[in-house]
């Protein structure tokens, strides 16, 4: 009887929370921070980032709240048994679920190296590997989901295609050149058929519950480090000239300079989100939006631990895959949509 | 008697969840009522080669019984795992 209550509840908090969002759209009430740059800068110093945050606070929380909910929620109840059996298997269905699945599991960085070696090590080699390690931070739950919130969801919309098609695309580039072959055999392990596995399923209330507690978790790691982002995004918003923005970050030029700079730059989960938003404010454009919002899965830490792993050369080589999508993808959406 | 080998899978360093998994573990061995002295505690790393030669691709935080992963990619509670070792020792 308790554990049906517990999970009434769970089950109403969750709704709850999908509830506040629906609800939101429904009175048009922005989930993203409304205050313009123009706002920023008549205030003193120490009220900038007060502002700002708290602005982003009113309007965000309901957004923060549901995307660590659904990531946490996405984490348990994923078919965790037939995703790893998969992944560690044939070539083909390594790559769609390195694509399709990989969003789902939310950066939790501990987990992703650990991941990507196993592919590697056990199954379906380094191709597969590569796709899901540019896709993890690229397109997940927590990441598409602000990105649609506080930018837009045309850009989400079209981030999410161009992460699939880029881990897609230097994975199948990297497993097909000599060094990445190279690499994949010398890490090749022969997987013991003995080993297996026999998942406890626990209740439905401790999977919600434990959902939750994840979901919590990754708040925990990830806001810190977020709020300091969007401290420096509030002075920025308040002191960057437009002029710089419009000129640098726009056109041909602005995909260019947004491609090399996104990408080794390092930004804590979500923050690249919200520097985005605020020099989008300041005049940058969406196709260099995109650009800079591609750059995430080769920033230098990233690159560096993956390098103990598989070598820099065929770091570089999916690190320049990435850099040339993100320009592609960047010019293309501008082409397209006319917002060079 | 047989011995009951617990393995519990995590990254090296340990992240905070597989620090907290290995206290469920240690608390639910320390609950045990009786065969507390057949159960083996042992880290592995999973990113080793040895224990994905063993394994395959896991997630990890994980739990490994005899041989067999029982949780994967979580923290279980002290009771579950209390059930997993009791389950284990009965057989």
Redesign the interface.
Known sequence: MARKLRTSALLIFVAAVVGAVIYSRIVAYSLAPTMKPADFQGLPLWEIPIAYVWDYLQHGIICLLFAFVAAGLF??FLP??WV?KR??SRKAMGYIIGASIAPLFTV?S??M???F???L???SGIGPAITFLLMAPAANVLTILLTGEIISWEIAGVRIVASIVTAVAAGLIVSSTSWGKKVENE?R????K???????K?PLD?RLW?SLK?GG?LAKQILPFFFAGLIAVSYLEAYLPEELVSGYLTGVGGVLLASVIGGPLYTPTLVEIVLGRGLMDLGMTKPVMLSWLMGQPYDIPNMMATSKIVRWKVVLTYALIAWVFSVVFGLTYGFLTGSL | MKEVVVEVIG?EPP????QSLWKVVEGAVSKLKSGRERVKVTKLN??S?ET?????????PAVSVN????????V??EG?ML??LTEALGE
């Open positions: 984490y348990e965790r048994e790893v992944m560690g939790c501990c987990t190296v650990p991941i070696t196993g592919i090590y056990a199954g890490h392990v022969a997987v013991d003995k080993a297996s596995m026999q998942l406890l626990p401790e434990g994840f978790y | 990254t992240c905070v969840r597989c999973v990113s080669k994905v030669k063993r394994y395959g691709l896991v997630m990890s041989g067999t992963v029982r949780t994967m990619g979580r279980p509670s579950e059930r997993i």
